[in-house]
Structure formats: structure tokens, C-alpha cells
């Protein structure tokens, strides 16, 4: 059904239009630092930003959260952009950058220093650092802390100026160097910076602190419900002294936007952190942002996991505020599902043998016809020839066969799905053992749709291709990039001094690549086409590298059914 499922957000939100907190607006925004592509993590965070705004009538804001100038870059905004609109979202009117609120969020910092609730501190890092206290500790009021309002903003005016070398001063609010919670600690708000930033240049050598800039731009957006991962719950405080303040200040009108926090998207075998993609892209373990290995929306999309699959999986994994760690299953039976709904059907030769009709007219040719999908008759047939020689799969064909094996084997009978009932009449095998080729006739009379053809039973029933036509095609067929499900977690037995990196849990063979045959149709289809290859599993044409009608290259995205571990 379409009906959204419930959570504790959503109650929370229905409980505000109830009381018309926020006179029936819902504003919600999404705040991805430009400083790396997307993830997994990203897309539980989308679904929920954006999709309660749509449910709710609302706006969703995309803001390039980009107050760090060091580390963003203009190629990670587009890349952002990109994902956001192949999720579905792309919303160019509610796009914003916090650096465009640079002026105001000065303007707030300069009305805190005139209210007597921030000052600036001279105190070396380290001094800093020290006179923080720990969690069981108070910390030590800074030197500076009584600093007069005018000779602060004398020095925080010339701090924006630029006259101060980086660390030299930093401006802080002032709230309770002994509050139990250490991010109420005179918090800083500004530090210098000479950074040049992607968007601003060199306009300003302060940068504001994260805390500080991200309720702020909430407020000015106008934003109802901040939503945030769990680890932000301690700097909640934070958030509401922040704009509460400059609420009083008459910076902004009440009510005021609230944050509420959510558990983050744990993935077994997947690492969802930057800091651990960098590093697998960096070490050369894969083969960029993109590769359809890595837990990246790029590369989800390179791997043929879809929008669809995403938005299933958001919903059957929920939201809640307790961690846990998903089985990367989940996500896969969730493109799965999706999928199964989605591609057309195809016929691909993996592991190719070949097959000779012995007694089918060297020129002839018989037209079968192949439903696009089999639940959805609505979406037509096509045509697929069969003739004397074909391909068949390997594993369809045993000498030694074990019990119950239905497929073709020495003197046995199998339908060629689509086509007519066969039977083996002889194979070739090179001096290894190996099959070469198998040999068997057509029974004309069986051929699949024609009246009577149904009238002798086999119990296999197996895919093929002509060889005439089928079109040679490379093939990508991933497994999970860990051999472990917590890549980096110490394990049972570890003594007590071993330290784990998860780059020593990466699976040394993640990726393997086949020549098989597929049906014309998909080799000549545009990139990012998915199809189903029938008895396979769920393929999409490489976005980068194939070429339709040229070098047809297809990744698999998932098998049919779970069968990792078997
Ligand atoms: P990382 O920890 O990978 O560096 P981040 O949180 O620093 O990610 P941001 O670009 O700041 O990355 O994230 C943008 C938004 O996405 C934030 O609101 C954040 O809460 C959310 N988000 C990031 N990772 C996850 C996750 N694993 N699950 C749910 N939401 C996430
Ligand atoms: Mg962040
Ligand atoms: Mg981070």
C-alpha cells in the first residue's frame, strides 16, 4: 500500500499540526557536506528528509552544508545534485549553501558579542583543550572570559578583518564551563581561517563551527524539523541555546525549528564513512567513487540497484533510535523485489556450451516468442529464433548427473524454454574431460504455444540462444567487498592487543568478469538499461563503459535469490 509508515518522527510531526505549532508547516531539510559523494547512510537520510515533505505538503531544503573551506569542492556539489535528482528529489528552487549566510551568521555572532553572550578567547589550543575538564571534571573559566563587550568586538570585528593569524584568537559563547555536558562548555562559534572556500574565495578569513552554523541556517530556513543522526543528541542543547538566543535578539521569529535525532544506517560488510571510502578509493582497492562495489549512490547505481530499491528498503528498515547493524541482504531482497517488478525479461548465456541440433535444417530458422515478463502479459513478447547450433549453458548439461537432475544429460530429454522438447543424441570432450559440444535432435512437433505441444512432458526446462545472433557480451558479477560482516571489528579469540584495519578484511576477489552471450536486443540497449537475464539474476548495462551494438558490457546487480554463503 502507499500508506506511509509510521514512526516516532512522524508523531512527532503530526503531534505539532495537532497543535499547530508550526501553523501546519512541515520543513525539513537535508545537509550533505560537499566533501565526498553520497552513500547508503545518505540515502535513508533523503527518504526521510524529502519524503516527509512530500508527504506533509512541505519543503524540503537541500543545503550544501560547506562551512569547512578545506575540505569541499564544487565536483562533489554536482555529484550530490545528481544523486539527489536520480532518488527522485531534485528541488533547484529549495537549494541553498550555508557559505550564503555567511554575512548573517557574522551578524548573529556580532549581536551574541553585544548581548555579553560570547567573547573572545586568546588562550593557545592547548590551553584551551586543558581548561575544557573531562565528563567528570568542570572545566576552568578561560582568562579572557571577562573580557569587556567592547574590546571584544573590537577584536572579533578585526578577526573578520583579517589582522590575526589562524589560532590566534577564537570566539566563543559564553554558557557554563561547568555544565555536565562538555559541548555547553563555551562552545566555540568562530575560528580563523585564511582558507580560500570553493564559493566565497578569500571573503572571509573566520569560519563559523559547525554547531553554531548549522541551527542557524536551519532558523533562516525556516526549517520545522531538523532531523540528524543519533550522535548530535548531546549537542541539542547546544542548538537551542544558539537560536534561542538570537531569537531574543529578534533574529528570528518563534517558534524556532527543533532537532530530533535518529539512528544512523549500520550496513554488515559495507563501511558507511567517508573517511573508509576515501580510503578504499585512495588505496586503488577499487575502482573509484563509482565502482559498483562500493556502498556510494554512484556506485549503487553503476551496480543497477535502483531508486525503487532504495525507497523499499528505507521503508522496511524504519526509523527508530536505537542502533543497529542491517544485513546487506536486506538492501539486496530489496532491489531484488524491486526489480523483479521492474525488468524486462532477457535471455543471457553465461557460461557458454555449445549445442547442435543435429536433425534442424542447417538454414533453417523457427521464431519463438519470449514474454518481456512473465506476470505482466501486458508487456508483449519478442521474437527469438532458434537454430541448429546454439549455446546452452554449462551447468545444464551433466555427464555424471547427480540424482534428480533434471536438466540434460546423456540420452535424456529437455525442453528448450520457448521452443521444442530435445534430445541428447551425443557430445564431444576434449582430453581434459571437458564437453565441447552437445548433440541432440528437436522433436518438431513440441515447439511451446502451438496447440498439442504440451502433450509430452519433460521435467527441465532450460535457456538458449542461437548462436547466429546472440551477441558476445562482457560480464561483471560482484560479491560483497568484506569477507566479514564488521570489516575492522576485533573477533572472537583476538588477543588482547590486536588491532584490526578493515582494509585487511577486504575479499580479494570481489569481481569477476565473464565473456557470455546475450540476446541482440540487450547488447544493443542504451547504458543503465536492467533486465532481467532469466535464471540469473538482475543485469544493467554499464552507465560508463558499455557501448550499444559495440562492447555490450553488463553488471549483475543481484542474483535471483540470496545465495551468498552458499
Ligand atoms: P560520514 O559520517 O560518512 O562522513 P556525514 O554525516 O559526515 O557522513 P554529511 O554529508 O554531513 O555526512 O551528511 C549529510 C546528512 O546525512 C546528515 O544529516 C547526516 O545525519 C546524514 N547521514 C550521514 N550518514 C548517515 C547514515 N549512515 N545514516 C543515516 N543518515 C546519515
Ligand atoms: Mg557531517
Ligand atoms: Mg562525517
Same mark, same amino acid.
Given at each position: 500500500?502507499?500508506? &506511509?509508515?509510521?514512526?516516532?518522527?512522524?508523531?512527532?510531526? %503530526?503531534?505539532?499540526?495537532?497543535?499547530?505549532?508550526?501553523?501546519?508547516?512541515?520543513?525539513?531539510?537535508?545537509? &550533505? !557536506?560537499?566533501?565526498?559523494?553520497?552513500?547508503?547512510?545518505?540515502?535513508?537520510?533523503?527518504?526521510?528528509?524529502?519524503?516527509?515533505?512530500?508527504?506533509?505538503?512541505?519543503?524540503?531544503?537541500?543545503?550544501?552544508?560547506?562551512?569547512?573551506?578545506?575540505?569541499?569542492?564544487?565536483?562533489?556539489?554536482?555529484?550530490?545534485?545528481?544523486?539527489?535528482?536520480?532518488?527522485?528529489?531534485?528541488?533547484?528552487?529549495?537549494?541553498?549553501?550555508?557559505?550564503?549566510?555567511?554575512?548573517?551568521?557574522?551578524?548573529?555572532?556580532?549581536?551574541?558579542?553585544?548581548?555579553?553572550?560570547?567573547?573572545?578567547?586568546?588562550?593557545?589550543?592547548?590551553?584551551?583543550?586543558?581548561?575544557?575538564?573531562?565528563?567528570?571534571?568542570?572545566?576552568?573559566?578561560?582568562?579572557?572570559?571577562? @573580557?569587556?563587550?567592547?574590546?571584544?568586538?573590537?577584536?572579533?570585528?578585526?578577526?573578520?578583518?583579517?589582522?590575526?593569524?589562524?589560532?590566534?584568537?577564537?570566539?566563543?559563547?559564553?554558557? %557554563?564551563?561547568?555544565?555536565?555536558?562538555?559541548?555547553?562548555?563555551?562552545?566555540?562559534?568562530?575560528?580563523?581561517?585564511?582558507?580560500?572556500?570553493?564559493?566565497?574565495?578569500?571573503?572571509?578569513?573566520?569560519?563559523?563551527?559547525?554547531?553554531?552554523?548549522?541551527?542557524?541556517?536551519?532558523?533562516?530556513?525556516?526549517?520545522?524539523?531538523?532531523?540528524?543522526?543519533?550522535?548530535?543528541?548531546?549537542?541539542? &542543547?547546544?542548538?537551542?541555546?544558539?537560536?534561542?538566543?538570537?531569537?531574543?535578539?529578534?533574529?528570528?521569529?518563534?517558534?524556532?525549528?527543533?532537532?530530533?535525532?535518529?539512528?544512523?544506517?549500520?550496513?554488515?560488510?559495507? &563501511?558507511?564513512?567517508?573517511?573508509?571510502?576515501?580510503?578504499?578509493?585512495?588505496?586503488?582497492?577499487?575502482?573509484?567513487?563509482?565502482?559498483? @562495489?562500493?556502498?556510494?549512490?554512484?556506485?549503487?547505481?553503476?551496480?543497477?540497484?535502483?531508486?525503487?530499491?532504495?525507497?523499499?528498503?528505507?521503508?522496511?528498515?524504519?526509523?527508530?533510535?536505537?542502533?543497529?547493524?542491517?544485513?546487506?541482504?536486506?538492501?539486496?531482497?530489496?532491489?531484488?523485489?524491486?526489480?523483479?517488478?521492474?525488468?524486462?525479461?532477457?535471455?543471457?548465456?553465461?557460461?557458454?556450451? +555449445?549445442?547442435?541440433?543435429?536433425?534442424?535444417?542447417?538454414?533453417?530458422?523457427?521464431?519463438?516468442?519470449?514474454?518481456?515478463?512473465?506476470? +505482466?502479459?501486458?508487456?508483449?513478447?519478442?521474437?527469438?529464433?532458434?537454430?541448429?547450433?546454439?549455446?546452452?549453458?554449462?551447468?545444464?548439461?551433466?555427464?555424471?548427473?547427480?540424482?534428480?537432475?533434471?536438466?540434460?544429460?546423456?540420452?535424456?530429454?529437455?525442453?528448450?524454454?520457448?521452443?521444442?522438447?530435445?534430445?541428447?543424441?551425443?557430445? %564431444?570432450?576434449?582430453?581434459?574431460?571437458?564437453?565441447?559440444?552437445?548433440?541432440?535432435?528437436?522433436?518438431? %512437433?513440441?515447439?511451446?504455444?502451438?496447440?498439442?505441444?504440451?502433450?509430452?512432458?519433460?521435467?527441465?526446462?532450460?535457456?538458449?540462444?542461437?548462436? @547466429?545472433?546472440?551477441? !558476445?557480451?562482457?560480464?561483471?558479477?560482484?560479491?560483497?567487498?568484506?569477507?566479514?560482516?564488521?570489516?575492522?571489528?576485533?573477533?572472537?579469540?583476538?588477543?588482547?592487543?590486536?588491532?584490526?584495519?578493515?582494509?585487511?578484511?577486504?575479499?580479494?576477489?570481489?569481481?569477476?568478469?565473464?565473456?557470455?552471450?546475450?540476446?541482440?536486443?540487450?547488447?544493443?540497449?542504451?547504458?543503465?538499461?536492467?533486465?532481467?537475464?532469466?535464471?540469473?539474476?538482475?543485469?544493467?548495462?554499464?552507465?560508463?563503459?558499455?557501448?550499444?551494438?559495440?562492447?555490450?558490457?553488463?553488471?549483475?546487480?543481484?542474483?535471483?535469490?540470496?545465495?551468498?554463503?552458499?
Amino acid at each position: 500500500s502507499n500508506e &506511509p509508515i509510521s514512526h516516532f518522527i512522524r508523531n512527532r510531526i %503530526d503531534a505539532d499540526q495537532d497543535k499547530g505549532t508550526y501553523g501546519g508547516k512541515v520543513t525539513t531539510r537535508f545537509p &550533505p !557536506e560537499p566533501n565526498g559523494y553520497l552513500h547508503f547512510g545518505h540515502a535513508k537520510s533523503i527518504f526521510l528528509n524529502f519524503g516527509l515533505a512530500r508527504d506533509y505538503d512541505g519543503i524540503c531544503h537541500l543545503r550544501f552544508d560547506d562551512t569547512n573551506p578545506v575540505k569541499e569542492e564544487q565536483a562533489y556539489v554536482d555529484a550530490i545534485r545528481e544523486d539527489i535528482d536520480w532518488l527522485g528529489f531534485r528541488d533547484p528552487t529549495h537549494e541553498h549553501f550555508a557559505s550564503d549566510y555567511f554575512e548573517t551568521l557574522y551578524q548573529g555572532a556580532v549581536a551574541l558579542v553585544k548581548a555579553g553572550l560570547a567573547y573572545v578567547d586568546s588562550q593557545s589550543a592547548d590551553e584551551m583543550r586543558a581548561n575544557r575538564g573531562t565528563l567528570t571534571e568542570p572545566g576552568t573559566n578561560s582568562p579572557y572570559r571577562e @573580557r569587556a563587550i567592547d574590546e571584544n568586538l573590537d577584536l572579533f570585528t578585526r578577526m573578520r578583518a583579517g589582522e590575526f593569524p589562524d589560532g590566534e584568537h577564537i570566539l566563543r559563547a559564553k554558557i %557554563d564551563m561547568a555544565s555536565p555536558n562538555l559541548n555547553m562548555r563555551d562552545p566555540a562559534i568562530y575560528r580563523i581561517r585564511h582558507a580560500h572556500h570553493h564559493r566565497t574565495g578569500d571573503d572571509w578569513p573566520i569560519y563559523p563551527m559547525y554547531d553554531y552554523a548549522h541551527c542557524v541556517s536551519d532558523a533562516i530556513e525556516g526549517v520545522t524539523h531538523s532531523l540528524c543522526t543519533l550522535e548530535f543528541e548531546d549537542h541539542r &542543547p547546544l542548538y537551542d541555546w544558539f537560536i534561542d538566543k538570537l531569537a531574543d535578539l529578534g533574529f528570528f521569529e518563534r517558534p524556532l525549528p527543533q532537532q530530533i535525532e535518529f539512528s544512523r544506517l549500520n550496513l554488515t560488510y559495507m &563501511p558507511l564513512s567517508k573517511r573508509k571510502l576515501i580510503q578504499l578509493v585512495e588505496g586503488g582497492h577499487v575502482d573509484g567513487w563509482d565502482d559498483p @562495489r562500493m556502498p556510494t549512490l554512484k556506485g549503487a547505481r553503476r551496480r543497477g540497484f535502483t531508486p525503487a530499491g532504495f525507497k523499499l528498503f528505507t521503508d522496511r528498515i524504519g526509523v527508530s533510535k536505537s542502533d543497529s547493524l542491517i544485513d546487506f541482504g536486506v538492501l539486496e531482497d530489496c532491489m531484488r523485489e524491486t526489480l523483479n517488478e521492474s525488468a524486462e525479461r532477457r535471455i543471457g548465456v553465461l557460461d557458454p556450451l +555449445k549445442l547442435v541440433l543435429v536433425n534442424f535444417p542447417e538454414e533453417h530458422e523457427e521464431t519463438c516468442y519470449a514474454p518481456n515478463h512473465p506476470q +505482466k502479459p501486458d508487456w508483449g513478447k519478442r521474437e527469438v529464433k532458434l537454430t541448429r547450433e546454439l549455446w546452452i549453458e554449462r551447468g545444464d548439461f551433466a555427464l555424471d548427473p547427480p540424482k534428480k537432475y533434471f536438466r540434460l544429460k546423456p540420452d535424456g530429454e529437455v525442453r528448450l524454454r520457448y521452443g521444442f522438447i530435445i534430445k541428447h543424441v551425443g557430445h %564431444d570432450v576434449d582430453e581434459d574431460g571437458n564437453v565441447t559440444c552437445v548433440y541432440a535432435e528437436y522433436d518438431p %512437433d513440441t515447439k511451446s504455444g502451438t496447440p498439442g505441444a504440451d502433450a509430452r512432458k519433460v521435467k527441465g526446462n532450460i535457456h538458449w540462444l542461437s548462436a @547466429r545472433d546472440a551477441v !558476445e557480451t562482457e560480464i561483471r558479477q560482484y560479491d560483497r567487498l568484506f569477507n566479514v560482516p564488521a570489516p575492522g571489528a576485533r573477533r572472537e579469540g583476538d588477543e588482547p592487543d590486536v588491532e584490526r584495519d578493515f582494509l585487511d578484511d577486504i575479499n580479494p576477489d570481489s569481481i569477476h568478469t565473464l565473456t557470455a552471450y546475450i540476446e541482440a536486443g540487450a547488447a544493443n540497449a542504451e547504458p543503465e538499461s536492467i533486465y532481467q537475464f532469466e535464471r540469473h539474476g538482475y543485469f544493467v548495462a554499464d552507465q560508463k563503459e558499455h557501448a550499444p551494438g559495440q562492447r555490450p558490457v553488463f553488471n549483475r546487480a543481484v542474483t535471483l535469490r540470496d545465495s551468498w554463503g552458499q
